[in-house]
């Protein structure tokens, strides 16, 4: 398993608009499987390409084994209804988890690993999680949307309970 080194704040690449995808070749095929590794050995359920370096608009996705994993290559939300509230925390921000707003439902548009162009309709958590991705995309970190900071122990009283 490859495991990339995971691009900490306050790094330049996590606030940059990342470059389209115009190649989808073996290049691109190896930096999603390892993203995809390092995703799962860093415990995360989802990971941007800016947050291994990667000036590119490529984001992986799994927050549920049963859905699988998601490539999401140029993606762009067309469509985004509701509201849902929650916690969310960061690979780039080791400990630091935030309250933040988010649509409940996406349709998203983007291109699988061949250049197919696909839409992708996402509700709750898997929704969530999409939205954080691709803004990483576009060099908006969750930070910029916390609406309240919580402790690392508050959380963890709170999942324990």
Do not use: W
Not at 18 to 39: I, P, S
Not at 105 to 123: C, H, S, T
């Amino acid at each position: 398993m490859a495991k990339l080194p995971i691009v900490h704040y306050p790094a330049d690449i996590l606030e940059k608009e990342c470059a389209r995808v115009r190649d989808f070749n073996k290049e691109l095929k190896q930096l999603v499987k390892d993203m995809y590794e390092t995703m799962i050995q860093a415990d995360g359920v989802g990971l941007a390409a800016p947050q291994v370096g990667a000036d590119l608009q490529v984001a992986v996705v799994e927050t549920d084994p049963e859905v699988g994993f998601i490539t999401l290559i140029n993606p762009v939300i067309v469509e985004s209804k509701g509201k849902q509230t929650d916690v969310e925390g960061c690979l780039s921000f080791p400990g630091v988890y935030g309250y933040v707003t988010r649509a409940s439902y996406i349709k998203v548009k983007a291109q699988d690993i061949k250049g197919r162009y696909f839409l992708l309709e996402a509700q709750d958590f898997l929704a969530r999680a999409i939205q954080h991705e691709i803004d990483h995309l576009h060099g908006i970190l969750f930070t910029a949307k916390v609406e309240e900071y919580i402790e690392e122990e508050k959380l963890e009283k709170e999942g324990a309970e």
